[in-house]
Structure formats: structure tokens, C-alpha cells
């Protein structure tokens, strides 16, 4: 593994890591609210072997610093830098996002390093505006009531603490589906209660108010959709209309009992997927 400090519009530094065949066909891989690039060890285990795999960590996140801002600007901004950093010039790469590293897709496709630089791109269990009112975290009818609720859940400035397991009760229950192996909910609990409380509240309010909509209909890239369906975070409604949205569509994938983390809960499923886009849309680098 490499690793490489890209730096933001801002002067932010990012956190990058670089695995696999420097001149294998290249992947970004972009994690969600909370996470990190441990987010994604199987995809990195598997595609590292025939691909170069690029990963990093969002502001705050894992080994990257907090940043004073908090944005959608700012998440197109990272990953407009992650692409200059890693990427040659005209090379292509696939990009695939999971949650609001798929919003982060969304906000940068109207950048020109994205037009650059990306080949297609993947959305794993994201959506693109009403993210509060459409989660059935909290299991009331949908209303003013349960909106309310789930943003102040959401948004909770309360530290996780270590992971125990009433903890991982709970975000299994919140984030994953009924039949994800122990294993798996360790990992991803250990994952979520590693982010910073002041990290998770800033980036909470972000997601409240998102609305990217827009930037849907600007993402002309082949895209493929994937979402679970016992996702409570991003419920499938949101995967069902970016499909209906993107210019370029190429599927939606609903995996039945799978929940909001794909990546680690079907991780066969979403390497696959990001390997056919791979094969389909990107070449090999010049030379090599």
C-alpha cells in the first residue's frame, strides 16, 4: 500500500491510500457519514489483486483532520482532489460511493476533473435530498413527527463510547439487515464509534438539509444503483428514483434483506459490480 496527503481547494488535507498494480485499471472508492477507508477492506482485498484501488478518507474521517467546513462544496472539492492527486491526465477511472460518499459522486459531477477523470460510477445505498424524512430509523408513520425524531436521533451531538453490545444492537438494528453475520456488525461498529461526536454532528446537519437533486440529473456517467432492501437510513424509494433521474443508468440492483452497509453486508455482490463497470468503461494506462 502508498500513501499520498491530496490537499483540497481549502488547503485541507486528505488522507489517501493506493493499493494494487500501479498500472492496473483504477478504482476511487469514496465511504459514507461516519466511516473510513476500513469501510471498504473487502473490496480493497479483492480488487488490489488486477486493479489500482484508490481510497480516502473524508474530512474528519479516519486519518484525514477535521475541517472548519462542512459541505457538499467541500465533499466535490475532496474528491475533485483525490482524482488530480492519483490520476494521469485524460486517465479514467471508476468511482463508487457508498452513502454519502455516493453524495459526494452527486456534487461533483459538474466538476472537470470529474468530467476528466471518470469512466462510471457506482451509488451504494445513498440518495439524493429528504434523506430525514424518508428514514424509517424510527418506527413511526412517515410525518412531521417522526421527522423531527429521526433528525434529532441523527443529529445527536452524544458521545457512542466503546462498542458493547447493546451498542451493536443498535446499529445493527439502525444500519444493517436482521441476518448480518456478528462478525460484520463488530466491524462495522467499531468503524462508526472510531468517528468523532463533533465529526458526526457536523456532517449530520449537512445530510438534514441535502438536496442534490440537481446534481443527479447532471451525473451523465454510466452509473449503476445499488440498495438494500431493509435499508432504515436510505430506504430503497431513494435508490428507485436516482434511477429514474440519471441520464445514464445502467440498473438498479435491490438486494432483498441487505441493509444500509452493502459494501460489507453483500461485499461479493458490490465488488462484482464495480468490476464489470471496470472491464466495460476503463483501459489500462498508457504503457503499460
Not at 122 to 134: K, N, P, Q, Y
Not at 274 to 280: A, C, D, Y
Request: proline share 6%; glycine share 8%; charged share 20%.
Amino acid at each position: 500500500m502508498k500513501t499520498l496527503t491530496a490537499t483540497s481547494r481549502d488547503g485541507s488535507p486528505l488522507h489517501v491510500e493506493i493499493h494494487g498494480p500501479e498500472t492496473a485499471p483504477a478504482v476511487v472508492l469514496v465511504h459514507g457519514w461516519t466511516c473510513s477507508t476500513l469501510f471498504w477492506a473487502a473490496q480493497i482485498e479483492d480488487l488490489a489483486r488486477d486493479h489500482r484501488v484508490i481510497a480516502y478518507d473524508l474530512r474528519g474521517h479516519g486519518r484525514t483532520p477535521a475541517s472548519p467546513e462542512s459541505s457538499t462544496t467541500a465533499l466535490a472539492d475532496d474528491l475533485e482532489a483525490v482524482l488530480l492527486a492519483t490520476l494521469a491526465p485524460g486517465e479514467k477511472a471508476v468511482v463508487a460511493g457508498h452513502s454519502m460518499g455516493g453524495m459526494t459522486v452527486m456534487a461533483a459531477a459538474t466538476r472537470s476533473a470529474f468530467r476528466e477523470h471518470v469512466a462510471a460510477t457506482l451509488l451504494c445505498s445513498t440518495g439524493s435530498s429528504r434523506l430525514v424524512a424518508e428514514s424509517t430509523v424510527v418506527p413511526l408513520k412517515a410525518g412531521r413527527a417522526r421527522t423531527w425524531l429521526t433528525g434529532k436521533i441523527l443529529g445527536s451531538k452524544a458521545p457512542l463510547g466503546p462498542v458493547t453490545p447493546v451498542g451493536k444492537r443498535v446499529l445493527k438494528y439502525a444500519t444493517m439487515g436482521l441476518g448480518s453475520a456478528p462478525e460484520a456488525v463488530e466491524r462495522c461498529a467499531r468503524i462508526v464509534h472510531a468517528c468523532p461526536r463533533k465529526v458526526r454532528h457536523a456532517w449530520s446537519r449537512v445530510l438534514e438539509g441535502l438536496d442534490l437533486d440537481d446534481g443527479v440529473r447532471q451525473l451523465t456517467v454510466p452509473t449503476a444503483v445499488i440498495a438494500g432492501s431493509a435499508d432504515r437510513l436510505t430506504p430503497p424509494v431513494h435508490a428507485r428514483a436516482l434511477a429514474a433521474a440519471l441520464p445514464n443508468c445502467l440498473g438498479l440492483t435491490e438486494l432483498y434483506g441487505i441493509g444500509h452497509m452493502t459494501p460489507v453486508e453483500a461485499p461479493d455482490t458490490v465488488t462484482g459490480r464495480i468490476r464489470e463497470l471496470t472491464t466495460t468503461y476503463t483501459q489500462l494506462k498508457e504503457g503499460a
